[in-house]
């Protein structure tokens, strides 16, 4: 599995207090990556993470990648949006979720990354040289909060951290808007 590193810029809190939503890839965002052969350049395009969208349950929220012990969530919504692969996850009660959440909401984690298999790649290129484009992603088995991303990846981030004010409704019109981005997208409407 390679790891990727985003950096965060922005969080929001509202909602019911539980749910982490995040940018958790950029789109056609060519960076340096190294996976120990030396560096190159890679990005992910639009539609690589499409297979992984329908079981967003298989997507584990961790904190700096740390295996072993168990999870802090579990996805329950990813959609893929024209920028960005958004992710909403439930942060499960306890100690461990109640301090990343604590950690979220006084902005001291600046990164997102993501676990994932590689599947069908791309050689392109442009003015700065070659770009490995992954197109399709066979497995994304974790997304992950850090406390400092790469510079290289400048638009991951924590978008919001629902709250407890109206959680019913908060939860629902993000489900609805989620819902809105991944039809607009299949259907090609905008």
């Given at each position: 599995?390679?790891?990727?590193?985003?950096?965060?810029?922005?969080?929001?809190?509202?909602?019911?207090?539980?749910?982490?939503?995040?940018?958790?890839?950029?789109?056609?965002?060519?960076?340096?990556?190294?996976?120990?052969?030396?560096?190159?350049?890679?990005?992910?395009?639009?539609?690589?993470?499409?297979?992984?969208?329908?079981?967003?349950?298989?997507?584990?929220?961790?904190?700096?990648?740390?295996?072993?012990?168990?999870?802090?969530?579990?996805?329950?919504?990813?959609?893929?949006?024209?920028?960005?692969?958004?992710?909403?996850?439930?942060?499960?009660?306890?100690?461990q979720g109640d301090q990343l959440?604590?950690?979220?909401?006084?902005?001291?984690?600046?990164?997102?990354?993501?676990?994932?298999?590689?599947?069908?790649?791309?050689?392109?290129?442009?003015?700065?040289?070659?770009?490995?484009?992954?197109?399709?992603?066979?497995?994304?088995?974790?997304?992950?909060?850090?406390?400092?991303?790469?510079?290289?990846?400048?638009?991951?981030?924590?978008?919001?951290?629902?709250?407890?004010?109206?959680?019913?409704?908060?939860?629902?019109?993000?489900?609805?808007?989620?819902?809105?981005?991944?039809?607009?997208?299949?259907?090609?409407?905008?």
């Amino acid at each position: 599995m390679l790891l990727r590193d985003f950096q965060l810029r922005d969080a929001e809190v509202g909602g019911d207090g539980r749910t982490l939503v995040l940018a958790c890839v950029p789109f056609d965002q060519p960076a340096w990556v190294d996976d120990g052969d030396g560096p190159y350049r890679e990005s992910f395009r639009r539609g690589a993470f499409k297979h992984v969208t329908r079981s967003p349950n298989r997507v584990e929220l961790r904190y700096r990648h740390r295996q072993g012990g168990v999870p802090f969530g579990f996805g329950v919504d990813l959609v893929e949006d024209p920028k960005y692969l958004l992710g909403s996850f439930r942060v499960a009660r306890g100690d461990q979720g109640d301090q990343l959440l604590a950690l979220v909401a006084d902005g001291q984690l600046g990164g997102v990354s993501i676990g994932f298999t590689p599947g069908t790649d791309l050689g392109e290129g442009d003015a700065d040289g070659p770009v490995t484009v992954r197109v399709r992603v066979k497995q994304l088995g974790e997304v992950s909060v850090l406390p400092v991303g790469a510079a290289t990846w400048q638009d991951a981030k924590v978008l919001a951290v629902r709250e407890a004010a109206a959680p019913a409704a908060a939860v629902e019109r993000e489900r609805v808007r989620l819902l809105r981005i991944r039809l607009a997208a299949r259907y090609g409407e905008g």
